[in-house]
């Protein structure tokens, strides 16, 4: 295990595919000299693969010369995949590195255009594109339909908005990473009448003036489909329940009021229609909400601390989700006042480490939250961890 100030900052990203379905994790860490040692410190133990299985990892390098013999020799190639900018090729040896790379079963992307006067090995055919840099430079921009004669999935990063995503996918990608979930545009579908929204709200105002169990139980189930995803998340892996719960009455017994309030908070974010696309913000609000509850945990708070923690956390979206200010719904939800404050103006430390998690932060915003490399490294894995578990099964 590494010291803590060894610990070095990752960036992660999750990809989608067309189908609102995580299928890996993005990871990139700043460039430098000591890369190959960065790198050995993150892939040394199976604790980052163990914790984001099943999905892989692609890591993201501006050029193959970070990956050494002790570098490969953590990175077992059928769970880590390579993005490498294909401005790389125009280094003499980057060309049979990347074909050495993948006649060892790595998968392998080109990331961008290969530059004039150079070949790509013809064995790589699988790409990426910066969206950010493309919208920037209109002419490196692919045509409707460009990828469909290259071997895939071909993926897009930097896709910050709901048209980028279109184009991308009428270009022929087929993976997708970027702001995009969080874009107004990204709306439900029309048939999406936010009953189920609405109820799950009504139940955590009745949680929180502590009604009879009964009181709950005629709400839920006026709403079947709500019903099934509760039932189906609380006897998920995500929740790590011994028996099997078979009805709401018992789910409240066995689980008691805090996990019931926990599993609303995120139902909130569920599909509306059971053939509808999962929506793409549920996982990134449980990853928030898991990854405020294990700072808070790590700075000593309490049960309740760590509750107030994943609430800030899982609610931070639903100003998106809702479609509303949300001073607005901090008032409909009558939020504890730390939690309030967290969201509305990112006060207090509720407010900081939320900051944190909306970002990819550097050093010194660690240290001024004053969250240390190893913790937020820990918080990082155990968020990713439960969140892929709670996508996986709403």
Same mark, same amino acid.
């Given at each position: 295990?590494?010291?803590?100030?060894?610990?070095?900052?990752?960036? *992660?990203?999750?990809?989608?595919? %067309?189908?609102?379905?995580?299928?890996?994790?993005?990871?990139?860490?700043?460039?430098?000299?000591?890369?190959?040692?960065? /790198?050995?410190?993150?892939?040394?133990?199976?604790?980052?693969?163990?914790? *984001?299985?099943?999905?892989?990892?692609?890591?993201?390098?501006?050029?193959?010369?970070? /990956?050494?013999?002790?570098?490969? @020799?953590?990175?077992?190639?059928?769970?880590?995949?390579?993005?490498? +900018?294909?401005?790389?090729?125009?280094?003499?040896?980057?060309?049979?590195?990347?074909? =050495?790379?993948?006649?060892?079963?790595?998968?392998?992307?080109?990331?961008?255009?290969?530059?004039?006067?150079?070949?790509?090995?013809?064995?790589?055919?699988?790409? @990426?594109?910066?969206?950010?840099?493309?919208?920037?430079?209109?002419?490196?921009?692919?045509?409707?339909?460009?990828?469909?004669?290259?071997?895939?999935?071909?993926?897009?990063?930097?896709?910050?908005? %709901?048209?980028?995503?279109?184009?991308?996918? *009428?270009?022929?990608?087929?993976?997708?990473?970027?702001?995009?979930?969080?874009?107004?545009?990204?709306?439900?579908?029309?048939?999406?009448?936010?009953?189920?929204?609405?109820?799950?709200?009504?139940?955590?105002?009745?949680?929180?003036?502590?009604?009879?169990?009964? =009181?709950? #139980?005629?709400?839920?189930?006026?709403?079947?489909?709500?019903?099934?995803?509760?039932?189906?998340?609380?006897?998920?892996?995500?929740?790590?329940?011994?028996?099997?719960?078979?009805?709401?009455?018992?789910?409240?017994?066995?689980?008691?009021?805090?996990?019931?309030?926990?599993? /609303?908070?995120?139902?909130?974010?569920?599909?509306?229609?059971?053939?509808?696309?999962?929506?793409? /913000?549920?996982?990134?609000?449980?990853?928030?909400?898991?990854?405020?509850?294990?700072?808070?945990? +790590?700075?000593?708070?309490?049960?309740?601390?760590?509750?107030? @923690?994943?609430?800030?956390? !899982?609610?931070?979206?639903?100003?998106?989700?809702?479609?509303?200010?949300?001073?607005? *719904?901090?008032?409909?939800?009558?939020?504890?006042?730390?939690?309030?404050?967290?969201?509305?103006?990112?006060?207090?430390?509720?407010?900081?480490?939320?900051?944190?998690? #909306?970002?990819?932060?550097?050093?010194?915003?660690? =240290?001024? +939250?004053? !969250?240390?490399?190893?913790?937020?490294?820990?918080?990082?894995?155990? %968020?990713?961890?439960? @969140?892929?578990? !709670?996508?996986?099964? !709403?």
């Amino acid at each position: 295990m590494a010291e803590q100030g060894q610990y070095p900052l990752v960036a *992660i990203d999750p990809v989608a595919n %067309a189908q609102n379905e995580w299928v890996a994790l993005s990871l990139r860490l700043p460039p430098g000299a000591d890369l190959p040692q960065r /790198l050995q410190v993150m892939f040394a133990g199976s604790e980052l693969l163990d914790a *984001i299985a099943p999905l892989d990892c692609l890591l993201h390098l501006d050029s193959p010369a970070a /990956l050494t013999v002790p570098v490969l @020799a953590l990175l077992p190639a059928n769970r880590v995949g390579l993005v490498i +900018a294909a401005a790389a090729l125009n280094a003499g040896s980057a060309a049979r590195q990347l074909a =050495e790379l993948h006649a060892c079963g790595y998968r392998i992307w080109l990331d961008g255009n290969v530059p004039e006067g150079t070949k790509a090995p013809a064995a790589l055919r699988a790409v @990426a594109r910066d969206c950010r840099a493309e919208r920037a430079d209109r002419a490196t921009a692919l045509p409707p339909g460009r990828l469909v004669a290259l071997f895939g999935p071909h993926l897009a990063h930097g896709v910050d908005r %709901a048209r980028d995503f279109s184009t991308c996918e *009428i270009a022929g990608f087929d993976w997708f990473s970027g702001d995009y979930p969080y874009d107004p545009d990204a709306a439900p579908s029309a048939d999406d009448d936010g009953s189920s929204r609405r109820r799950i709200l009504t139940l955590l105002g009745l949680l929180a003036r502590d009604a009879e169990s009964r =009181e709950l #139980e005629h709400q839920i189930k006026q709403d079947p489909t709500l019903a099934y995803h509760l039932l189906k998340l609380v006897n998920s892996a995500a929740f790590a329940v011994s028996t099997e719960i078979t009805s709401f009455a018992h789910a409240i017994t066995v689980l008691g009021r805090r996990q019931l309030q926990r599993w /609303l908070q995120l139902l909130l974010y569920a599909r509306q229609q059971p053939d509808g696309l999962p929506n793409l /913000l549920l996982p990134l609000a449980a990853r928030r909400a898991a990854q405020l509850e294990a700072l808070s945990r +790590a700075a000593g708070g309490d049960r309740d601390a760590q509750d107030l @923690a994943f609430m800030t956390g !899982v609610f931070s979206l639903l100003d998106r989700l809702l479609h509303m200010p949300m001073a607005a *719904i901090a008032a409909d939800l009558y939020l504890p006042d730390g939690v309030a404050g967290a969201l509305l103006e990112r006060r207090g430390r509720l407010g900081a480490w939320l900051r944190l998690a #909306e970002t990819q932060p550097d050093a010194l915003a660690l =240290e001024e +939250a004053g !969250v240390s490399p190893g913790d937020w490294w820990a918080s990082q894995l155990h %968020a990713y961890h439960w @969140a892929i578990q !709670v996508g996986r099964n !709403v």
